[in-house]
């Protein structure tokens, strides 16, 4: 069993910046693709970014620019540095390891609100 904990959610001014972090725990052997995704109220979970096993990253186009993810791999943790935040990215961020076939695990979530 895999272990996923975010942190540094909050409430933040539209422009501002946050860092989120995922700290992974269990029954990790290898180092394994992560993610952030994000479900706003009413909405749909979404994908946010990706970072796999050898660094390769993907952004949905909302936060192109303006969001990047980030690994430490010797701390099992990734990164979400948030920057030029606007209120629709207020939403519940959750960060997700897979960890190989049936093995795809999720954290609880940190809130994030972006308000003035």
């Known amino acids: 069993q895999v272990q996923l904990v975010e942190s540094g959610g909050g409430l933040v001014q539209p422009g501002g910046s946050l860092r989120l972090s995922c700290a992974a725990s269990g029954r990790i052997f290898s180092i394994n693709p992560m993610g952030w995704y994000r479900q706003a109220p009413g909405k749909e979970r979404e994908l946010v970014a990706t970072?796999?096993?050898?660094?390769?990253?993907t952004y949905a186009d909302s936060v192109k620019g303006r969001f990047t993810i980030s690994r430490d791999n010797a701390k099992n943790t990734v990164y979400l540095q948030m920057n030029s935040l606007k209120p629709e990215d207020t939403a519940v961020y959750y960060c997700?390891?897979?960890?190989?076939?049936?093995?795809?695990?999720w954290g609880k979530g940190t809130l994030v609100t972006v308000s003035s």
């Open positions: 970072i796999t096993s050898g660094g390769g990253l």
């Open positions: 997700n390891m897979f960890a190989g076939p049936g093995r795809l695990y």
